[in-house]
């Protein structure tokens, strides 16, 4: 499986973001599926999943960010608006939940200044 992010960048505090991923070989078919970002010194967290018209947020992003999906179902989108600094992170999508036999991409890095 291949999963390529891409989109993030150096933003300044309460700047937009928005992340894409392409999963190949029908990857996200029919899966839970969701961004998660990791920063240093701590765990991989879950941001946004959605499966068909169900989506959750964590507390942090909610308000702020929108998953979405292309009409394939292969491009997983992430929306990020009024970015803060601890939004900083690589930024990663993938299935949901994040069992041990998932393959991480390489993911895209968001930078927030203040």
């Known amino acids: 499986v291949q999963l390529q992010a891409s989109g993030g960048g150096q933003v300044p505090v309460g700047g937009s973001l928005r992340l894409s991923c392409l999963a190949s070989?029908?990857?996200?078919?029919?899966?839970?599926v969701g961004w998660y970002r990791q920063t240093p010194g701590r765990e991989r967290e879950m941001v946004a999943v959605?499966?068909?018209?169900?989506?959750q947020y964590s507390d942090s992003v909610r308000g702020r960010f929108k998953i979405s999906t292309d009409r394939t179902g292969n491009t997983l989108y992430l929306e990020m608006n009024d970015l803060k600094p601890e939004d900083t992170g690589v930024y990663y999508c993938?299935?949901?939940?994040?069992?041990?036999?998932?393959?991480w991409g390489q993911g895209t890095l968001v930078t927030v200044s203040s």
């Open positions: 959605i499966a068909s018209a169900i989506i």
């Open positions: 993938n299935r949901y939940p994040p069992s041990l036999a998932l393959t």
């Open positions: 070989g029908g990857y996200f078919d029919s899966a839970v």
